[in-house]
């Protein structure tokens, strides 16, 4: 459930709607929401029935009045007085720090209202209604606090689900998943039909990694409502988690109910590609760009299947388009460097490659990039300035060392060519037996070479 969706579940819990106040006790016990008299709640029940009949006015009750009067109107703040007063002449009656935890709830003055829920709940430990107010009202700022309130709601109210959805969300707001697992899963066992239980458990098992659980509920949710785009886009992911490939077909059948997802389209590219393809992934993407402009991130989409093609030029193209959107995306600008690399362009690689940099010069994958162009090219002098740089990033392995060895000894720089060479041999541990082959080659002749140098 979003943060914005559980804002919108917990005013209508709390039932700020129109002029009306409907408290959990109208929704769940049929309970009139008008203030109770004193001779209703909290008078000692010595009265006969013929004494009940007798109208005996209390002053006291016109506060109550008062303040449902104002609730009604939503009138929250004015509300707070009369209960006040009332509360200082009789403090021990529930029901009124209730309504005065439901003013304080509406007026989002969160520490009263929890003060006076948790007075009303000392004063009337079945009040299921105050346990209920008071998970809901900490379940957003404090979930952990919010658990033990809504844990006492389902044990006074064992055969209703709602109470332990709530606790369902708050346990995962809390991070304790197993619990929330359990409270939806016991919501779900006392109503199936409810879509809202299962659907907060289906996306908890995903959580949890247990995709399979999560399938079985997200493939009841889409049985139930073939239209819901919520449990359409669940299933679709959770066979993505399992690597199943009918999740290509499960997207396509959640972008037919949400054709604007474009995340969403972007994972049915991305298999489609993994199964090679290229066409069909294609005509996904011509789809995702035939009634706007393409986007950055289209495009790069595009290059990338061309890329796979080998349609080296037209990738080259297509992320040309990409950076004119997005002209500061090194990873674009990058790419379009390792495509040139491709096609032996090696001073257009660099080209773009020192424009990764300027723009990120911190990514050290940019400047191993650039020195692939300056090797590639022959340029031995700017490879070695290079791998400096780099070396100032990162311990150099084996593999720099070998090409460090290379440039020197193109350069005849014969003890520096020696001194990279045993280097490289020394880490090398014999997994590249061609270069370590050479490597030794090497170091003889150049072993040789210095000794008669010396001479």
């Not at 007026?107 to 009303?120: S, T």
């Not at 209604?129 to 844990?151: R, S």
């Not at 490659?353 to 990120?360: C, E, H, N, S």
């Not at 590639?376 to 740089?389: I, K, P």
């Amino acid at each position: 459930m979003t943060a914005a969706n559980f804002r919108r579940a917990i005013a209508a819990l709390f039932v700020f709607i129109g002029a009306q106040l409907v408290l959990f006790q109208q929704v769940m016990y049929g309970r009139s929401t008008a203030a109770p008299q004193l001779s209703q709640s909290s008078a000692p029940r010595s009265q006969t029935p013929q004494s009940r009949k007798e109208t005996i006015h209390n002053p006291l009750n016109d506060y109550l009045d008062e303040a449902q009067r104002d609730i009604d109107k939503n009138d929250f703040t004015a509300a707070i007085t009369p209960l006040q007063k009332f509360i200082a002449e009789k403090p021990d009656v529930a029901y009124a720090h209730f309504q005065l935890a439901y003013a304080y709830t509406a007026l989002k003055q969160v520490p009263e209202a929890r003060a006076e829920y948790e007075k009303a709940i000392s004063l009337d430990p079945k009040m299921t209604e105050a346990y209920l107010n008071l998970g809901i009202l900490l379940t957003d700022p404090a979930p952990a606090d919010a658990v033990a309130p809504l844990k006492k709601a389902v044990e006074l109210l064992p055969s209703q689900s709602r109470p332990r959805i709530l606790l369902g969300v708050a346990q995962e707001r809390a991070g304790d998943f197993a619990g929330a697992a359990n409270s939806f899963d016991g919501a779900v066992n006392l109503d199936p039909r409810d879509t809202e239980a299962t659907l907060h458990l289906a996306r908890l098992y995903l959580k949890l990694k247990r995709p399979a659980d999560a399938e079985s509920k997200f493939r009841a949710l889409v049985n139930a409502d073939p239209n819901s785009t919520v449990a359409a886009l669940g299933l679709a992911q959770t066979l993505d988690a399992e690597g199943k490939p009918e999740a290509a077909d499960a997207y396509r059948k959640y972008l037919a109910l949400q054709p604007g997802d474009q995340a969403a389209r972007a994972r049915v590219i991305h298999f489609l590609v993994e199964q090679q393809n290229y066409d069909e992934a294609l005509a996904e993407l011509d789809r995702a760009d035939k009634d706007k402009p393409p986007s950055s991130e289209t495009l790069r989409l595009r290059a990338d299947i061309q890329i796979a093609q080998k349609h080296f030029d037209d990738a080259i193209v297509t992320l040309q388009r990409a950076i004119t959107l997005t002209p500061k995306d090194a990873q674009l600008v990058a790419g379009l460097g390792r495509i040139y690399l491709q096609k032996h362009d090696y001073p257009s690689a660099e080209k773009q490659f020192k424009v990764a940099i300027q723009l990120d010069p911190n990514n050290v994958t940019y400047w191993k990039d650039m020195n692939s162009a300056y090797y590639l090219s022959g340029d031995c002098v700017s490879t070695l300035a290079g791998l400096d740089v780099i070396a100032k990033v990162e311990q150099p392995g084996a593999g720099a060392w070998f090409i460090r060895a290379l440039c020197y000894d193109k350069l005849h720089q014969i003890k520096p060519a020696l001194e990279a060479y045993q280097k490289f041999l020394s880490m090398d541990e014999n997994k590249n037996p061609d270069q370590v082959w050479q490597a030794k080659q090497r170091t003889q002749v150049l072993q040789h070479q210095l000794e008669a140098k010396r001479q």
